[in-house]
């Protein structure tokens, strides 16, 4: 793993938990204890009522992609053997929506509002990233 | 807002050299398109006192620096940060500061040297370190939620909307190429223009990918340029010698909530922006002649063809298609070629164009005939900010 080369996030104050729920295998997701709200990414406020009590909670991992794109331009060089790879925006069960990767399907496969599931990948000894693949509709 | 309706008027506009320009800085490349606005209007920099300005994200205080460079002392000066919405609100803060007597005659710009800092890394004996290959600067780009995944650059967001646009709408490449090759199409007849070989849909279906929907055609130049206007009031307009344009309405909105949330990516603010500048200008889309629309990527287009109502939403493709945005056409749109094909100078060109064709200054090949009323658009910022211009032959 030592010979990671993509970025690995940095953690702001806010995220700090978020990161490290997913490093214990774990979706975390800010929910307001007033309104129920739950958003992404996180901030001190509920962006619904403005709150600024929440609860980091679980989500249940699964959602569908709202929209993707495939990177064919390589950005930076960590990505050179990747491209054509796909970057998608999640719709999460809960309502938040995030940018993650479908992984163990082609391309040409992923579509607008298919079912996925959050798998996690352990990409440094402290590092974790959330990533999706197909799941089962329901 | 519709007592400040035809009240104010764009008297001059400007533009610097286009695209590749070697040894002008993005600061220089302003002050050529500044001094040529200035001579336009038939004033000199004694005349102006207040500056309303923006150029490369990394540039501290732009308007400091350009007061500086004209030898200008401004009463009301400062810089924008809404991006490419960034320079309608320019000429809408500058009417909004005249009104309010803080000001009487502003100078409002754009320019940046986006060619030239690009292609620095490519040239081995450039070793000028203050540039580098990205046009964030480094504080700003985005740490986490997005890098780690292979996420970078503006082509993706917009990606993001064509593709759901296209899920919901039925949209198709086709569609987003038809709005290149009409702007191309205009830029064959315009001799500033950066790009002027007919595209054809071959070659838009041919070209590379860049991240998919989009390929190379679906993107925006990357360019060195400026634009500049100058706004007073239209009761001094009327005292000089220049000809002004009637700045009829304007509007902004920004979905600061964010693109990734609600139907941001595929009804966008322009909307909103549409319908404030409207009202103000007692205007609807019918009585548009042209349309200089905010075309950082064929999409964005696209999609605010149909918030400015100029069809139904989901109806921009078949729009786009039937050929309407051609000179000829029902709705003229981006007549200089716009940023795909002409320069991308963050929409200031935009309002530069716009301002001109109700001037009436082209050649028949290239002018709207009988144009008046000009609506030109401005989008930008993460997505999320837009402006709205309407302006009318005076």
């Known amino acids: 793993m030592s010979d990671y080369s993509k970025p690995i996030p940095v953690p702001s104050i806010e995220s700090k938990p978020y990161w490290e729920g997913v490093r214990a295998h774990k979706l975390l997701v800010p929910r307001c204890d007033d309104c129920g709200h739950a958003w992404f990414p996180p901030s001190r406020l509920c962006p619904n009522c403005n709150s600024s009590t929440f609860t980091w909670t679980q989500s249940s991992g699964r959602g569908k992609v709202f929209s993707y794109v495939v990177f064919h331009r390589v950005y930076h060089p960590g990505f050179t053997g990747e491209v054509p790879y796909v970057v998608a925006l999640i719709e999460l069960e809960e309502g938040p929506r995030l940018l993650s990767n479908i992984v163990g399907i082609a391309p040409e496969m992923v579509a607008c509002d298919m079912p996925v599931r959050v798998v996690f990948e352990d990409i440094t000894e402290t590092m974790t990233l959330p990533k999706f693949a197909a799941a089962e509709p329901r | ?394």
């Open chain 2, 1 to 394: 807002m519709s007592e400040l309706r035809d009240k104010y008027a764009i008297i001059g506009t400007g533009k610097s050299r286009l695209g590749r320009v070697e040894g002008v800085s993005a600061l220089g490349l302003l002050e050529d398109a500044m001094k040529q606005a200035l001579d336009e209007a038939g004033l000199t920099n004694k005349d102006i006192d207040g500056i309303v300005c923006r150029g490369p994200d990394d540039i501290y205080s732009h308007h400091q620096l350009m007061g500086q460079r004209l030898g200008i002392n401004a009463r009301f000066s400062t810089t924008l940060d809404n991006g490419g919405a960034s320079q309608i609100l320019a000429v809408t803060l500058a009417v909004m500061a005249i009104q309010a007597g803080l000001a009487t005659t502003v100078l409002c710009g754009y320019g940046r040297d986006s060619w030239s800092r690009t292609n620095v890394g490519k040239d081995k004996k450039q070793t000028d370190k203050r540039q580098e290959p990205n046009l964030i600067p480094p504080a700003q780009r985005p740490r986490e939620h997005g890098p780690e995944f292979g996420y970078f650059g503006a082509v993706a967001p917009h990606a993001f909307g064509a593709r759901r646009h296209m899920f919901e709408y039925g949209t198709t490449r086709e569609d987003f190429a038809a709005i290149a090759i009409a702007f191309r199409e205009h830029a064959t007849r315009n001799p500033e223009a950066v790009m002027r070989k007919p595209l054809t849909l071959e070659d838009y279906m041919a070209a590379r990918l860049i991240v998919d929907p989009f390929g190379l055609y679906d993107c925006s130049l990357v360019s060195d340029g400026a634009g500049a206007v100058v706004v007073t009031s239209m009761e001094r307009a009327r005292s000089l010698k220049s000809r002004p344009v009637a700045i009829k309405g304007f509007g902004t909105f920004n979905n600061t909530k964010g693109w990734f949330v609600d139907d941001h990516m595929v009804s966008t603010a322009a909307a909103e922006s549409a319908q404030q500048a409207y009202r103000m200008a007692g205007l609807g889309p019918k009585d548009v002649d042209c349309a200089q629309i905010y075309d950082c990527f064929t999409y964005m287009v696209l999609t605010q063809l149909e918030d400015y109502g100029f069809c139904k939403k989901g109806e921009g493709g078949a729009f786009a298609r039937s050929g309407a945005l051609k000179l000829d056409g029902e709705l003229p749109v981006n007549t200089s070629g716009g940023q795909l094909s002409e320069a991308h100078v963050e929409g200031m060109l935009q309002i530069v164009e716009g301002a001109r064709q109700l001037q009436g200054v082209y050649a028949p090949d290239r002018q709207v005939p009988g144009a008046e009323i000009a609506l030109i658009s401005g989008h930008g910022g993460n997505t999320v900010c837009h402006s709205t211009l309407i302006l009318g032959k005076a």
